[in-house]
């Protein structure tokens, strides 16, 4: 059973940015695809950004995608979502979720464990 808590949510003016946090326990964190949702007041949840297990490829929504960076530190069982040029869409509560996955594809779908979430509230 893999436990994920997130961290670094938060208010941020438009603009700004934010980097969050998912530790992860109970399981062998380098056997996990890793990914970063988000749901917004009235939305369905929707994929943010994905990383392989090794940190050799990522994949972003569309939306996101030139403003947000997915990484990961397999020594600290940590995955990160740095998130620039905020905008008030983006507005939600960001989840972290894995995957037992060593492929070399990040995926979208298909995730196994899931975060509580954090917060994240951008002010325009």
């Known amino acids: 059973q893999v436990r994920l808590v997130e961290s670094g949510g938060g208010l941020v003016q438009a603009g700004g940015s934010l980097r969050l946090s998912c530790a992860a326990s109970?399981?062998?964190?380098?056997?996990?695809?890793m990914g970063w949702f988000r749901q917004g007041p009235g939305k369905e949840r929707e994929f943010v950004a994905a990383?392989?297990?090794?940190?050799?490829?990522?994949r972003y929504a569309d939306a996101v995608k030139g403003r947000f960076t997915i990484s990961r530190d397999n020594a600290r069982n940590t995955v990160y979502l740095q998130m620039n040029s905020l905008k008030p869409e983006d507005t939600a509560v960001y989840s972290c979720?894995?995957?037992?996955?060593?492929?070399?594809?990040?995926?979208?779908?298909?995730?196994?464990?899931w975060g509580q979430g954090t917060q994240v509230t951008v002010s325009s």
């Open positions: 109970g399981g062998t964190f380098s056997s996990y695809a």
């Open positions: 990383i392989t297990w090794s940190g050799g490829s990522t």
């Open positions: 979720a894995a995957r037992l996955d060593t492929r070399s594809t990040a995926p979208v779908l298909g995730y196994d464990y």
